[in-house]
């Protein structure tokens, strides 16, 4: 903190970016800045993922700051937010805690702002008006002279190089607060697996680890990036893919053995499972892939004397939810807590020993150039939930790509070996941090239009080819249709960030025009 009081005293805006190793004390760092800021009579934001803003977490600073802290989130009411948005304007509170949307509180005395988790993808809004919370803190933080603290145990590689760079300053930690080792990490190569003649989706070593941690009384996590019962519904027979009738993709399996059912995770369309193929008739159509619900269905199964609860989107989807799970499972009520993503995320939890990624090439591979980035972070956030109490903890990551350096960094504890490796990738692709990047989705209720109007804003900004800029597209956007709409993209890159500005208001004025069809929608999305 030395570094911080030296730099936030004279009184310039500044960024930080406070790396260290999960189960650190970041948040005990925050809250010392936080007291700091206070103490001169200033106010502060704390943006943390909506995913991990759990009740633990904005407990640890409402017990540290008493009701001088607000706290806001997407499952408020509108009146709700209005009336903790008012404290603010009013002075009755000095500290808001919040998703990406806090960042709007209306404060006229900011001295800190910390995006916290700072690599995650949410901080990224989709809809319009689209921005990221970083560019916006830091444009906050340059108008109120204020310090912008950035925290992440796996900084973005935007954060990480301009840290390296020396555009941001850098704050280390290395160690556990409590002096624990960093768990032991295990990598199972499926391949091997297979070659054995087990078809579980429980290599033998995780088999071995959560039978010896039931016999112990300790508590299992199981991470896997997909929620539902499986990922997909199929044919055999023809290969036809139960898809959805308002978008271009495919239906997601729940529901029990006896009871199964589809859902789209786009827009929400349920229906039955068919018992036949709609396209040729054929009995033979299943589900395949795996989830969340059908990995909790093969723990009970594989594992019948544990208590076994499930996190995912769909089991928290009401208010309350997150607690409702995470509450018996932090008092010791159940053995094994199977989840996606969320489960990785903020939790501090002493009786957990033991960690699985299931199958951690789930998000590998998904059509991404930030693919690599994101199963890193998930990976080495998901190993470090591990023994964070008195017991040391271990992390077996199962992988049918052992060899990758993103799995290797995370089983080595080598953090540079990854982003290292990584940022030669992008260099040589020219792609973020080494460029600017931005994603023109255009959707309408047709196709043709959806194209047509793509095409005239590629040949729009086609004069600043001449200045370096590369366009990639129109094309039909991964997701091609989606809500009853067509959608296709543009991808523009530069090294030049001042064109890709430029770039964006020359559409924003094709818009105010109506150079484009009025009932198209137009996202810009900047990588």
Not at 395 to 424: G, M
Not at 428 to 442: D, E, F, G, H, T
Not at 504 to 527: A, F, K
């Amino acid at each position: 903190l030395a570094e911080y009081d030296r730099i936030a005293g004279e009184g310039k805006p500044e960024t930080f970016l406070l790396y260290g190793v999960t189960g650190s004390g970041k948040t005990e760092v925050y809250m010392e800045m936080l007291s700091r800021t206070i103490h001169k009579g200033r106010q502060a934001i704390v943006l943390i993922p909506e995913i991990a803003l759990t009740h633990q977490i904005v407990s640890r600073f409402i017990n540290r700051f008493g009701d001088r802290v607000s706290v806001i989130h997407s499952r408020m009411s509108v009146g709700e937010r209005y009336d903790q948005f008012m404290r603010a304007k009013n002075h009755e509170v000095d500290i808001v805690v919040g998703p990406r949307s806090a960042l709007f509180t209306p404060f006229d005395n900011i001295g800190l702002i910390i995006i916290d988790e700072e690599h995650e993808g949410s901080y990224q809004s989709e809809k319009n008006p689209s921005y990221h919370a970083r560019e916006v803190a830091m444009k906050r933080a340059k108008d109120s002279s204020a310090m912008l603290v950035l925290g992440s145990a796996t900084p973005s590689l935007k954060s990480y190089l301009n840290a390296m760079e020396g555009r941001y300053r850098l704050l280390r930690l290395t160690k556990r607060a409590t002096g624990a080792p960093l768990p032991k990490v295990y990598v199972t190569d499926l391949r091997e697996e297979l070659k054995a003649r087990n078809h579980s989706i429980f290599g033998r070593l995780l088999k071995e680890k959560i039978n010896d941690r039931l016999e112990k009384g300790e508590q299992t996590m199981l991470f896997l990036n997909r929620r539902g019962y499986a990922g997909f519904v199929s044919c055999r027979s023809c290969g036809f893919v139960v898809k959805c009738s308002h978008c271009d993709v495919s239906m997601t399996a729940h529901g029990k053995k006896n009871d199964p059912y589809l859902i789209c995770h786009y827009c929400g369309e349920t229906r039955p499972m068919p018992k036949k193929c709609p396209s040729c008739g054929s009995p033979y159509i299943a589900a395949f892939g795996l989830g969340t619900e059908k990995v909790a269905e093969l723990v009970e199964k594989e594992f019948p004397a544990a208590r076994v609860l499930r996190m995912d989107a769909d089991t928290t989807k009401n208010k309350g939810g997150h607690e409702r799970v995470m509450s018996p499972f932090r008092q010791g009520k159940a053995d094994i807590l199977v989840g996606t993503q969320m489960i990785v995320k903020g939790h501090d939890l002493p009786r957990v020993t033991l960690v699985g990624a299931v199958a951690a090439d789930l998000s590998l591979f998904q059509g991404d150039y930030k693919s690599f980035e994101k199963t890193y972070q998930l990976l080495e956030q998901a190993g470090g939930r591990a023994g964070r109490g008195e017991t040391p903890g271990e992390f077996i990551i199962q992988t049918y790509q052992p060899e990758s350096y993103c799995i290797r960094a995370v089983a080595e504890h080598d953090p540079e070996l990854f982003y290292k490796n990584e940022l030669a990738v992008r260099r040589l692709a020219n792609y973020p941090p080494y460029s600017a990047m931005l994603k023109v989705l255009v959707s309408a209720a047709s196709e043709s239009v959806a194209r047509a109007d793509t095409g005239l804003i590629a040949e729009k900004l086609s004069s600043y080819q001449a200045e370096g800029m590369s366009i990639i597209g129109p094309a039909p956007d991964r997701i091609t249709f989606m809500k009853d709409r067509y959608r296709y993209c543009l991808y523009i890159k530069s090294a030049d960030d001042g064109l890709i500005e430029r770039a964006m208001s020359d559409i924003d004025e094709m818009i105010r025009n109506s150079e484009i069809n009025n009932n198209t929608y137009v996202s810009l999305n900047r990588g």
